[in-house]
């Protein structure tokens, strides 16, 4: 039994499931288990402690942005380090998973030492705050009309 949680990726492609656990097994992450879908990863969010979840973004029927906001909402599960993983990344990809809480994006195909220093700079983040929930009225739409809404 080793003193690392485990961490958890969730990918529906099987091929990328295995590397990314094997990428996380040579990095020195002893204990890695994959799922191929938001659903079972969140099953097991809710069986046991995860040092980390590392989500793919587009999956059916859930997506990787989906899963973030059901792990935020989770009383039990709000504190859990999350990386989203993806081949590209939308500005809107980015500016709505920052919203939903993700810690952290890589992007496919890994690079070994890109992944060594975000791991580290999630691992090592104090626990995040509940925050009071945010006002839907941006102050940014009201002094600039021509940005729209955030």
Do not use: C, W
């Amino acid at each position: 039994m080793s003193d690392t949680p485990p961490i958890l990726v969730v990918d529906d492609q099987e091929k990328l499931l295995k590397l990314v656990i094997m990428l996380m097994n040579r990095l020195g992450f002893p204990e890695v288990e994959g799922v191929s879908s938001a659903m079972d990863a969140l099953d097991k969010l809710r069986e046991r402690r995860y040092a980390l979840v590392i989500s793919d973004l587009d999956m059916e029927p859930l997506d990787g942005i989906a899963l973030l906001r059901e792990i935020r909402a989770d009383e039990a599960l709000a504190n859990t380090p999350f990386i989203l993983t993806e081949s590209s990344f939308t500005f809107e990809d980015i500016t709505m998973a920052h919203q939903a809480g993700a810690d952290a994006f890589i992007l496919k195909p890994f690079d070994m030492n890109v992944l060594k220093v975000k791991l580290k700079q999630v691992l090592n983040r104090k626990p995040r705050k509940r925050e009071a929930p945010a006002t839907t009225e941006s102050t940014l739409s009201v002094d600039f009309p021509m940005l729209g809404k955030f």
